[in-house]
């Protein structure tokens, strides 16, 4: 079962806790007040009229919706997440490249053996699919590999570390079986992409072209 709750509060009586000798400097003052609503159509009406309320105190209020409360929180965190966005693209064009170029590399050296495949009868669109075939099967070798070490690092790694300790914000932080099923088609995708040039090129290439060369 999925674990949702935070484990790093209490909830108590306030004036209990008030009276408590062991107050000290807190004693008499209040961090936040929680209001239930039920409904949330006049939600914003009666926080104006709550913070009307507190309008002449020395304590003024400030009302929110408990999803606002805990963006303000996570706003810093916005930045850093788009960072890591545009960081993830650039990975990814990074790594398509070097799979194309690594593709195309294989591709040359073995230029000679498609010729004889072509020679003894074997279709253009056999030649594209064997090569796209390769690139597909490297890039998801990768990629279960980029998926195992995210289940290593996230769920037995980091995500039990937040839940524990910033449970508050991060009640559930681990990787769901849908990103990682993502993370493979994403994988097949970009491996297609990959080997697209030099497949393409080379169910082009004629038969004679493609024996003389030896390299």
């Known amino acids: 079962m999925r674990k949702t709750a935070d484990r790093n509060s209490l909830v ?5 806790l008030n009276n408590d000798p062991r107050a ?5 003052k209040i961090g936040w ?9 006049h939600s914003a009406e009666i926080s ?5 309320r507190f309008d002449q105190r020395d304590d003024q209020t400030l009302t929110t919706s408990e999803r606002a409360f805990n963006l303000s929180f996570l706003g810093g965190f916005s930045a850093v997440l788009g960072a890591f966005d545009y960081g993830s693209l650039i990975i990814l064009l990074i790594m398509t490249l070097i799979l194309a170029n690594a593709i195309a590399m294989s591709v040359r050296e073995r230029t000679h053996e498609y010729g004889v495949m072509r020679a003894i009868g ?7 699919g064997f090569i796209l075939a390769e690139s597909v099967l490297v890039a998801l070798v990768g990629g279960l590999i980029g998926v195992g070490v995210v289940v290593l690092a996230i769920n037995n790694g980091i995500g039990p570390v937040l839940e524990e300790n910033m449970s508050g914000f991060f009640p ?11 993370a ?4 097949g995708v970009l491996g297609l992409i990959a080997g697209a040039i030099p497949a393409w090129r080379m169910s082009r290439l004629s038969v004679t072209d493609a024996l003389r060369r030896i390299d």
Do not use: C, E
């Open 48 to 52: 104006r009229k709550i913070d009307t």
């Open 122 to 128: 074997f279709p253009p669109r056999h030649i594209l």
């Open 172 to 182: 559930y932080f681990r990787a769901p079986l849908w990103v990682l099923g993502l």
């Open 184 to 187: 493979l088609g994403l994988s």
């Open 33 to 41: 007040l929680v209001s239930r609503i039920t409904d949330s159509v």
């Open 12 to 16: 108590l009586r306030w004036d209990f």
């Open 24 to 28: 000290g400097f807190a004693k008499d």
